[in-house]
């Protein structure tokens, strides 16, 4: 069992940055694969990042990449997402989740099946 809650959401203007936290509990963190995903307005959820449980391979989606990156600290438990030059579309959101143990060492899982574990989610608002 994971328990997730993210943190360091907000409202921000666009242009800028904003990191998103995520803390877990319970055992095993570092055999996770982690992922973000987020909730627009009106849209179903999407996935924005995942993060291997080796050697911190990373997969972005198309609509934020170069912009965000995920990263993970296995000793304290944490999962990342830093975002800069935010854009009002980014406004959603943002949901933690932790895939399956039994995931390859470097899958980076980019679909909500994939995953068994999720946060509360935290609201990130971007003004234009």
């Known amino acids: 069992q994971v328990q997730l809650v993210e943190s360091g959401g907000g409202l921000v203007q666009s242009g800028g940055s904003l990191q998103l936290s995520c803390a877990a509990s319970?055992?095993?963190?570092?055999?996770?694969?982690m992922g973000w995903f987020r909730q627009r307005p009106g849209k179903e959820r999407e996935f924005v990042a995942s993060?291997?449980?080796?050697?911190?391979?990373?997969l972005t989606s198309d609509s934020v990449r170069g912009r965000f990156t995920i990263s993970r600290d296995n000793a304290k438990k944490m999962v990342y997402l830093q975002m800069s030059d935010l854009k009002s579309e980014d406004t959603a959101t943002y949901y933690c989740?932790?895939?399956?143990?039994?995931?390859?060492?470097?899958?980076?899982?980019?679909?909500?099946?994939?995953?068994?574990?999720w946060g509360q989610g935290t609201q990130v608002t971007v003004s234009s």
């Open positions: 993060i291997s449980r080796v050697d911190d391979n990373t």
């Open positions: 989740a932790a895939g399956r143990t039994s995931a390859g060492p470097w899958t980076t899982p980019h679909y909500e099946a994939a995953y068994d574990y």
């Open positions: 319970g055992r095993s963190f570092s055999s996770y694969p």
